[in-house]
């Protein structure tokens, strides 16, 4: 096996905005393996844990391995607890969101979103003044969640008629 080659501390910097940048070119691989050697050089550096966290549900439904409870073992070394809260609706709402083109009941992705809602509100009722993150993220969620349920809804109430006809309103066909 390769021994991996630490990074020094002076590095760290240049490192994290390095795996930010490969976060946005959807590289989430190598924005992991990044993270894990700034963390390796400094354990408790928070900006490389969130780094990783998100880098790691990058890759939610994307076929490669990663479980939900690896990310969400993460979460107790952060150390502020807003951003534990924050974080934890954001890796529930990832999860969800990656079930929902997975073919998975929508009811279970549903579910995963609503739990992420129930983060976001411990969040943004300790959240700092001016952040409005948990808001946003919340608001997603629902509308989400609302689209959902409107399809849903909407595919209910298709008559036979409807559905034989192609039009989704219940107006009775002309005959």
Same mark, same amino acid.
């Given at each position: ?10 590095a760290?910097?240049? /490192?994290?905005?390095?795996a930010?940048?490969? *976060?946005? !070119?959807?590289?989430p691989?190598e924005?992991e ?5 700034? !963390? *390796?050089?400094d354990?408790d550096?928070?900006?490389?844990? @969130? ?8 890759q &939610?439904?994307?076929?490669?391995? @990663?479980?939900?409870?690896? @990310?969400? *073992?993460l ?9 534990? /809260?924050?974080?934890?609706g954001v ?7 990656a ?10 992705a ?20 001016g952040?409005?993150?948990?808001? !946003?993220?919340?608001n997603?969620? /629902?509308r ?9 809804t ?6 036979p008629?409807? !559905?034989?006809?192609? &039009?989704?309103?219940? @107006?009775p066909?002309r005959?």
């Amino acid at each position: 096996m390769l021994q991996l080659k630490p990074i020094s501390t002076e590095a760290i910097p240049g /490192a994290l905005a390095k795996a930010e940048r490969y *976060r946005i !070119l959807d590289e989430p691989l190598e924005a992991e393996s990044i993270c894990r050697d700034i !963390l *390796r050089a400094d354990p408790d550096n928070q900006p490389g844990l @969130v780094t990783l966290l998100l880098s790691l549900t990058d890759q &939610f439904g994307k076929g490669f391995g @990663v479980s939900l409870e690896a @990310v969400q *073992r993460l979460l107790p070394q952060l150390q502020d607890e807003y951003e534990r /809260a924050y974080y934890a609706g954001v890796i529930l709402e990832r999860w969800g969101k990656a079930q929902l083109p997975s073919g998975m009941s929508s009811r279970s992705a549903y579910d995963w979103l609503r739990e992420a809602m129930r983060w976001y509100d411990q969040a943004e009722a300790i959240r700092p003044p001016g952040n409005d993150e948990a808001i !946003l993220r919340w608001n997603t969620c /629902a509308r989400i969640i609302n689209q959902g349920s409107e399809t849903e809804t909407t595919a209910l109430r298709r008559t036979p008629a409807a !559905l034989e006809s192609g &039009f989704d309103d219940e @107006v009775p066909r002309r005959l």
